[in-house]
């Protein structure tokens, strides 16, 4: 069974970006960027709510092309183009190669993805993260804790309002100092 997996940066103080949602504290240096290529080459689905679509896919579908680009980035590039995307938006109309629209979340359509074969499935946008994590959809959180305090901004657990019982899986600390924490969701 495949799991669905958060696949986040965040603050020490529990930011996932800060004011005006500055993302330049995040600390991704090419050991960092090798080992998220290595867990999300893979992924069966990347599944984004409409901001981190646009955002990433404003940048990764060419960024192979750059030939300042970082041997990393451009093997990302590839993972970005080659793993489909189920996006969710209820604004946009259309999205590029390889990706699927939805403008709701189906509980029922995430479980029967789930119970396919293949890689896991990467969950990527806060606001999408809430919603599945309100639907009890949510497996495995890989937190990449930076080390930074950003002090405002937007939090992960913004919303949360019931608490939710974790196993720490791993730990990693990277040379950057960004350390891995990897939880899975105990459920009963």
């Not at 791993?170 to 990897?182: C, D, I, P, S, T």
Request: net charge negative; aromatic share 10%.
């Amino acid at each position: 069974m495949r799991k669905i997996v958060v696949h986040m940066m965040l603050s020490l103080d529990g930011y996932f970006e800060g004011p005006d949602h500055d993302l330049g504290w995040h600390r991704v240096d090419d050991e960092l960027h090798r080992y998220f290529n290595a867990l999300l080459a893979e992924d069966s689905v990347f599944l984004e709510g409409r901001v981190t679509y646009e955002l990433m896919e404003a940048y990764w579908p060419t960024a192979d092309e750059d030939p300042e680009a970082e041997p990393a980035m451009r093997e990302f590039a590839g993972i970005w183009r080659s793993t489909p995307k189920l996006v969710f938006s209820r604004t946009l109309r259309e999205v590029g190669p390889n990706a699927s629209l939805r403008t709701e979340v189906d509980p029922d359509e995430i479980r029967a993805l789930k119970q396919q074969p293949g890689g896991d499935m990467t969950l990527g946008g806060v606001d999408l993260v809430e919603t599945f994590r309100r639907l009890d959809l949510v497996d495995e959180y890989r937190l990449f804790v930076n080390p930074v305090v950003v002090g405002r901004g937007r939090r992960l657990f913004e919303t949360a309002d019931a608490p939710t019982d974790l196993e720490l899986l791993e730990e990693r600390r990277f040379g950057n100092g960004v350390v891995l924490l990897r939880y899975a969701v105990r459920r009963p």
